[in-house]
């Protein structure tokens, strides 16, 4: 596809100009967390997650802020030692350098988002 005589870039595999159901494109595993990453460049990073329940992301700290976007079930995100829970269509900022983690209290899909600036 051509736009503007400027190559368009599937990212992802999404194909452009088409809208997809974000729930869709990661899929639940038993005992496991999926991750599928839908951009990577300079500026930041898209990626989706599916946690089965009680599957987490074990504490870190990453240079650059990240938004946790809530798609489906629930989770507990800790920032800094205070929890906060997130629900489908909710937003979390982890602040850069900032020690967090994610842990699924029932099945949870998540897009992470982060932007190195």
């Known amino acids: 596809m051509r736009t503007s005589g400027r190559r368009t870039r599937q990212a ?3 194909e452009p100009g088409r809208a997809a159901e974000l729930t869709e494109l990661v ?21 989706l997650f599916a ?6 992301l074990s504490e870190h700290s990453a240079p650059y802020d990240a938004y946790v976007i809530g798609l489906d079930g629930a989770a507990e995100v800790t920032i800094g030692g205070k929890a906060v829970q997130i ?11 900032v020690p967090h983690a994610v842990r699924a209290t029932e099945r949870f899909k998540m897009l992470l988002v982060m932007i190195r600036a």
């Open 12 to 14: 992802g595999g999404l």
């Open 27 to 47: 899929k639940y595993a038993r005992g496991s967390i999926v991750s599928r990453t839908l951009l990577e460049g300079k500026q930041g990073t898209f990626t």
């Open 51 to 56: 946690f089965d329940r009680g599957q987490g």
């Open 87 to 97: 629900r489908p269509g909710q937003i979390v900022l982890m602040p850069a350098d």
